[in-house]
């Protein structure tokens, strides 16, 4: 009664995937990223902003020290503490998948040849619908 096998996908149902995939990239690149592992542009900008932060924090509680003006140490030991749990928020997920001895899983990244292959077979469908 009931078809277990693998059966491919039509040519319409190919380019409605491809459409559904572009939307979704288009409308939620976080949830895409987390799908696939690959780290999106915010997410590596707010690392970056995270570090920088927890050292001009630490730079700050410092300053603050030696120059015994206490406000400014206390100032830095926030802007420290916003950087790490920004840096905590941000690594969360990858600390948890190596917990449970799980690899991250790198994006397959296509070769030249192969996306001008692939644009050369989409611009036949193109023209077909």
């Excluded at 120059?67 to 840096?87: D, Q, R, V």
């Amino acid at each position: 009664m009931f078809y277990c096998g693998l059966m491919p996908l039509s040519e319409r149902e190919e380019k409605l995937l491809a459409q559904m995939e572009k939307a979704m990239l288009a409308d939620d690149p976080r949830l895409v990223s987390a799908l696939t592992g690959a780290p999106t542009k915010s997410s590596r900008r707010n690392l970056g902003l995270a570090v920088l932060l927890f050292f001009a924090g630490f730079g700050a509680v410092f300053g603050g020290l030696f120059s015994k003006i206490y406000p400014i140490s206390w100032l830095g030991f926030l802007i420290c503490l916003t950087g790490l749990s920004i840096l905590a928020a941000g690594l969360k997920g990858k600390v948890i998948a190596l917990a449970n001895g799980q690899r991250p899983a790198k994006p397959v990244k296509k070769g030249f040849k192969e996306r001008m292959d692939n644009r050369w077979d989409d611009r036949g469908r193109d023209s077909m619908d």
